[in-house]
């Protein structure tokens, strides 16, 4: 009986202290401001990728893959990502997470104009090809290839990237010559 009496009261208490003092005159009408902004969906849908390709001549030497996901992340996440283990073979090619961990297998957010670094290790100097091996759901979807030795560019979309390694030169490969941009 005593805690109904006190759960009575708790409850008056607590509508008495939330009735507002009325004056006689209404309230003024405050103006709300409403503002719309339009959100930008982009057209890449969940699961669309491509890969890309690193040979020479026509012997394949490795390739890398990037997966897009609106929900992924662009730090290394070993629930989507996979990350590169150097074999033996003449060459690698892998991209590198925002966090800097060499991967076989990328999920990424897309962004337009979003950049992915490339790593190259070659064994043998020589002329190699970068190019885009396969393509899943990237309709009107452009993948430049920016070479920051050569200073140049290409659309992979539309054509294969040719380039020279020397052994001796450390800049004709690695993890700074070569970056992908979207678009």
């Not at 990502?81 to 991967?103: I, K, R």
Request: proline share 4%.
């Amino acid at each position: 009986m005593m805690r109904t009496i006190f759960y009575l009261s708790l409850i008056a208490l607590v509508c008495v202290s939330c009735k507002k003092e009325q004056t006689g005159e209404a309230p003024a009408k405050q103006p709300i401001a409403v503002s719309f902004s339009a959100v930008q969906q982009d057209t890449i849908p969940d699961g669309s990728c491509f890969k890309l390709r690193l040979q020479k001549d026509s012997a394949r030497i490795d390739e890398t893959t990037i997966f897009f996901k609106h929900a992924a992340n662009t730090k290394f996440d070993p629930s989507q990502d996979a990350q590169y283990l150097p074999g033996f073979g003449m060459g690698s090619l892998a991209s590198f997470s925002s966090d800097s961990v060499l991967c076989a297998i990328q999920t990424l957010p897309y962004a337009p104009g979003a950049t992915i670094r490339l790593n190259t290790s070659l064994k043998n100097k020589g002329a190699y090809i970068l190019k885009i091996s396969f393509v899943k759901s990237l309709q009107e979807f452009h993948v430049w290839l920016h070479d920051t030795t050569k200073k140049d560019s290409v659309n992979l979309r539309t054509g294969n990237y040719a380039f020279n390694v020397n052994i001796a030169d450390t800049s004709s490969y690695g993890g700074n010559r070569f970056k992908l941009i979207l678009r």
